[in-house]
């Protein structure tokens, strides 16, 4: 995670943003610290990036590397406001003792790449059509070994995978088939017949960007009927208020990178 000490929204690179709504500074971060205190005291350990100034949408950590088995691979951003966010994380992962592999190609980390560690012996889905370039996704198999299903994202307002798609638990997904081509939808639907679909009333208040350990899934309070549907499916939803943050386009998975040592 990385704290919003710069965060405002003063550019607009995703539809979300808009600079003329003003941001509350101290809110969002005090929002912030209520997600890393959720997370804590679910036994998480989090390392926090140190915020660097010119990088408000540093907080959105989870766009900076995507980790399988001890690898990162890092990111490469489309857009230039985001370009040096790359290398605060690069520094991380190599400090950190990870096998850091730079990328060629662009892709935007975790927001467009999703872990399933226990399903058809560890697969990655990956998303394209708005940031990260289909040939990251083969880029990604070759850095991690590790099938790679590319998902063509069609809709604007689901800009990255991690708005449209998570993991929920070690084999299972929850999504909104509305984000997604009619042939993604397909393969989604072949490969997890079992998923939880979320509604679109659902997937706007960004209930799908959420972090699940496989049982307690962090998510918007404002997805109140993707919460119910989690826990008629057996698992414990942990609304956060994160509203500040939503104004930059982005909710709880945006703010976290996942840690897959
Ligand atoms: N303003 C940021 C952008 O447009 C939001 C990123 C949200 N992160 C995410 N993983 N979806 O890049």
Partial sequence: MCAPDHFRVEYAINPWMDPDQPVDGDLARRQWDGLRQTLVGLGHTVHTLAPLAGLPDMVFAANGAFTVDGVAYGARFRFPQRADEAGAHRRFYEADGWRFVAPEQTNEGEGDFAYLP?????????????????????EAQEVLGRPVVSLRLVDPRFYHLDVALAAIDDANIAYFPGAFSSGAREVLGR?????VVASEADALAFGLNLVSDGRNVVLPAEATGLAGTLAAAGYV?????????????????????????
């Fill in 237 to 261: 939803p942990v609304p956060v208020e994160l509203g500040e943050l939503r104004k930059g386009g982005g909710s709880v998975k945006c703010c976290v990178a996942e840690l897959r040592p």
């Fill in 191 to 195: 490969l997890f017949p079992h998923a």
């Fill in 118 to 138: 226990a399903a058809h012996g560890g697969l990655v889905l990956a998303g394209h059509g708005f940031r990260t370039e289909p040939a990251a996704h083969a």
